[in-house]
């Protein structure tokens, strides 16, 4: 494939995040994860901090919320919770990004939001919990104490949030291209093999 754009949904502690940025610069193409989160902050004109609480929350029902909150005084806009803005934000971020050309994008159900796009390549990167603690340990600045709860806090949200955005499953193997377990492959060879994949990926079709 020539111009692929990769996208990276990965469990906590899998990382899915480091694999992905390996990937483009193996490709030399751009790689975006947090920087989709700064771009969306300089749309919305809301600082990142108070935006970071936002992302990957469940979306809110707009009719719903219109309804609950409604008041003459303020408008549509106002009546929508922030989590919702911060997807639909992020969502015309990540299409626009993809018609740039080649890159990485990962999470914020990239796949789902391209699934119209030929040179899609959808990953899901995923490991054992064992490994994915003795990761998370290593590599992320929490107290050992708190890692168990946490993968699983962070883990459930970023399930619910893609389900309910997409109406699938986010462990569906049928919504990837490509599932792969960095706990027994190793981050490099993960990489490394998307990479491969990628290379001998049958183009698009053209009509």
Known sequence: MKHPIITIEREYGSGGSVIGKLVA????????NHEI???ASERMNI????LEGAEESSPKSFLYTLLLN???ARTMEDNIPVSDKLYITETQIIKELAAEGSCVIVGRCANWILRDNPCRFSTFIYARRDYRLQYAQTHYDVPAKDIDSLLSRIDSRREKF????????????????????????????????????VEHYPEPETT
Do not use: R
């Open 70 to 72: 409604s008041n003459p």
């Open 162 to 197: 893609y389900n309910i955005n997409t109406g699938g499953n986010w462990h569906d193997k049928g919504n990837y291209v490509m599932c792969l377990n960095s706990g027994m492959l190793g981050i490099d060879a993960a990489a490394s093999v998307i990479v491969k994949s």
């Open 37 to 39: 989160l700064e771009m």
């Open 47 to 50: 600082p990142v901090p108070k």
């Open 25 to 32: 610069e193996q490709l030399n193409i751009p790689f975006y």
